[in-house]
Structure formats: structure tokens, C-alpha cells
């Protein structure tokens, strides 16, 4: 994989953002929490100085829907790094990439990011390339490392931009199937009802974020891949 996926270069990201429209939001919004409560790129750090870090771990990243995922109780035959910061975009996710991803050298990935994008006007173009980077810096640090893509959910809140999600999800699936090391679970297909809706028991109440349902069909669905994906680096 190391040969063929290649980092894209800042031109030609720039040329992606002059075709597909909307740029990147400040990643220094993240940088430090204003009044503590929310979970922050400081406090990942803090998190380490004060704590030992497992080897060898599943490391989770991305958005809310990666915070709020209780990681350690779903997967307990695996170590865990949960580094889920809410609102973030990819674009986020390979800013800080050194500090909540590379550092900690995982024997797996899991990336749920995409969703705050596309709601915030990015298009599936941009969204896909930006997950394209994500491979390509982390295949360039950790060669052949499993990453395991959680795609774009189809939510009662964010409904209207689920051609676009969906679009996007279709893109990185594609992408995946070309190489050994990346993997796609898919939660998004069984979120859906009979009526083709987003179910709505797998929500909380703000209709956005996942029930313990939700998270108990994206654990169900994710399980028998990352088993897949740690048999394979053994």
C-alpha cells in the first residue's frame, strides 16, 4: 500500500478547494478548551502526562459520534485509545494527526469523520479526498496499519444532506476495496428502515447523536471487521 497511495500535495489541495467550494474551518478551535468541560487536543495530552498509554491499541478518531462511543465497555478483547473531539472535520483529524493518532503507533484505526463536513457545505469530493490524505500520512508513518472507515451516518437531523453523505460513503468504499489494508464497516445501511428512513430509536434526542440502540448496532457491525483487520497484522 505504501507504494501506491502518495500524500497529496498542499497545490494540489488547494486546486481541490477552488473545485469543490467550501475550505477548512480553524483546527486551533481545538486546540485548547475554553472552560474545560468539552473534550480537547489539551486534553489528550494531559490525558498521557498523567496516565500510561496502552501498546498495540485500537485507536478510535474522529467526531462526537467517536467521543461518545463508550470503545473500551464494546470492545473489551482489545486495548482502546479513544480520540474523539465533537464538531471536528477530517481536515481536523489529519491537522492533529501527530498528537491523536501517529504518537501512539495503534495496531488498528477506526475513523468515523465526515459528518460535520458535509453538513458545514463541504462536498463528497473534498470529504473523500481529505480521507484519502488520512491514509495516505498515516500509511507514510505507519505502513500497512488497518484503518477501518465508519461511514457517514444517515441521522433524522441532517437528513437533507444524506444524498451527499451517502455519495461520499460510496466514493471511500470504492477506494477501499483496492487495498488490503483499508476496511469499510458498514453501520449506515442497517440505520435505515423499512422506509428507507433513519430509524429513529437508534438517536437521542437531539435526533443527531446515537442512542445506546445506535451504539449497539455500530459495535455489532464493527466487531466481526476489526477482528478481520487485527487477524490480518498478527
Known sequence: ???????????LMGMITLLTGQGDPDPARFAKSPDGDEVYIESFEYWDEKNSVPDDAVLFVGSSSIRK???SRYFPFVPVINRGFGGSHISDVNY???KTVLKYAPRAIVLYAGDNDIASGKSALRVFEDYKSFVARVNEKLPDTPIIFIPIKPSLRRWSFWPVMEKTNTLIKTYAKKYPALYYA???????????QPNPALFVSDSLHLSQHGYDLWSARLEPVLKQALQAVK
Not at 449506515?188 to 428507507?196: E, F, W
Open 1 to 11: 500500500m505504501r507504494a501506491i497511495i502518495t500524500l497529496i500535495s498542499p497545490l
Open 96 to 98: 492533529y494527526l501527530d
Open 69 to 71: 462511543w463508550p470503545t
Open 186 to 196: 458498514d453501520t449506515a445501511t442497517p440505520m435505515l428502515n423499512a422506509a428507507g
